[in-house]
């Protein structure tokens, strides 16, 4: 099977910064788009950012110049800098990996990690 273990939340006043690491663990062949979520309460769950095998990155509008995701492959890491925090950025982060257990086509599934709780408040 394969695990995603998110780090890195807390809290942090508005205008600061955070870095949320998640890393994927167990059988792994290859690991194909990852990606960050998050789900604030009394919200629908949104996508934040988006990261291809080929490191073709995506972000939703709400935080385009202000996060940064990126991966390190060798340590099967996707990362997400968070700069210029805002209290509308509270939200539970979970990460996602697209993963591939096997040379067999038919051992590929996207995986979720439990989640890091961000809370940005003065």
């Known amino acids: 099977q394969v695990q995603l273990v998110e780090s890195g939340g807390g809290l942090v006043q508005p205008g600061g910064s955070l870095r949320l690491s998640c890393t994927a663990s167990?059988?792994?062949?290859?690991?194909?788009?990852m990606a960050w979520y998050r789900h604030a309460p009394g919200k629908e769950r949104e996508l934040v950012a988006s990261i291809t095998s080929g490191d073709s990155p995506y972000y939703a509008d709400p935080v385009k110049g202000r996060f940064t995701i990126s991966r390190d492959d060798a340590k099967n890491t996707v990362y997400l800098l968070m700069n210029n925090l805002k209290p509308e950025d509270t939200a539970v982060y979970s990460c996602?990996?697209?993963?591939?257990?096997?040379?067999?086509?038919?051992?590929?599934?996207?995986?979720w990690g439990q989640g890091t709780q961000v809370t940005v408040s003065s």
């Open positions: 167990g059988t792994i062949f290859s690991i194909y788009g």
């Open positions: 996602t990996a697209d993963v591939r257990r096997s040379s067999s086509p038919w051992s590929r599934n996207d995986y």
